[in-house]
């Protein structure tokens, strides 16, 4: 294909190349991208560092694994990415002139998820925002978890990420937890103990890991179980009670096997209030301790003898 050709010229040559059957060298200059593609600006796949890496891939070996497009209904004689965005953008990159493709009409936006979907591509904001266009054309998400050759399950679990809790949406959209199972998670705690979850997303350096949400949801149910009345120790005692086992002393024995805490959260009660002290943080002097309290979030250093031990909640 010579540069001089004009638009014409080289739609004739890739209609003589198609019906020779294998992927075409597609001029990168008569390609658009899909403006409606489910992968967002902010993906990580269209990161610079990204881009670049890939642009030096191509630029040792060539694109490997042609792009496919379709024709460009708005721009006779151009051409919309079907699936290939990255390859697409790391050619330009790469100075490259072409990139081998397919032409195939008959494509649609849920090929495009498919497509992406299946090699984990799309993250969990650009999936639920598909999923939500879909639901807004009136179909039932049973109709949507088939477009996309995934369970309705799936669909439902996505489909809540639409419509989250202000502290919860924060933390998803801010990137700090994209797991969904922990994101519904924390919407299930949430609607029990509202105060306690924006709490602890408050603090910026709060892991949010699987860990970590089944210790804050076993400290809500234990919190509300002894609002409840349920009985606790009225002075430090060293005994605990840990959420779903038998009541048993740090360091005794249950069935001949010790007892090991993992990253506890010790649930406490100081001056009339409750709070859970942070073990992770460094008092200023020998005798003190740090803890945050319940009813209003209050951060205090406190000495260690006035705080009474109410539960240890292990994760």
Known sequence: MNK?????????????????????????????????????????GFSPKSL???????KLRGVKTPISVRPNPAAPGRYLINHGARRYRASRLAGMATVPGFIDANYNMADQVVENLHRNELTAREIAD?????????????????????????????????????????????GRVRDV?????????????????????????????????????????????????????????????IAGAPKHGIGDT??????SWVNPVLAVRHDGREGRLLIRRRPTAVGKAWLRYDDDCELAEVDLADVQLVSLIEG
Request: net charge neutral.
């Open 181 to 241: 199972t922990l994101v519904n998670e924390l919407v299930f705690v949430h609607r029990k103990a509202p105060a306690d979850v924006a709490a602890w997303l408050s603090d910026e350096t709060q892991e949010v890991t699987r860990r970590s949400v089944r210790m804050l949801r076993a400290f809500v149910e234990q919190k509300s179980s002894l609002r409840k009345g349920a009985e606790a120790p009225s002075a430090p005692s060293p005994q605990v009670v």
């Open 4 to 44: 001089g050709d004009g638009v014409a010229g080289k739609v004739q040559l890739l209609a003589a190349e198609a019906a020779r059957g294998g992927p075409l060298a597609l001029p990168l200059d008569l390609i658009d991208e899909d403006p409606a593609q489910p992968r967002t600006r902010d993906n990580p």
């Open 130 to 174: 598909y999923i939500g266009r879909e639901l807004a054309k009136g179909l039932r998400k049973g109709e949507v978890a088939r477009q996309i050759s995934k369970s309705a399950a799936f669909v439902t679990q996505h489909a809540a990420l639409l419509d989250l809790p202000e502290p919860v949406a924060e933390a998803f959209s801010g």
């Open 52 to 58: 670049t890496e890939l642009a030096a891939a191509i």
């Open 254 to 259: 249950h069935n001949d096997k010790p007892t």
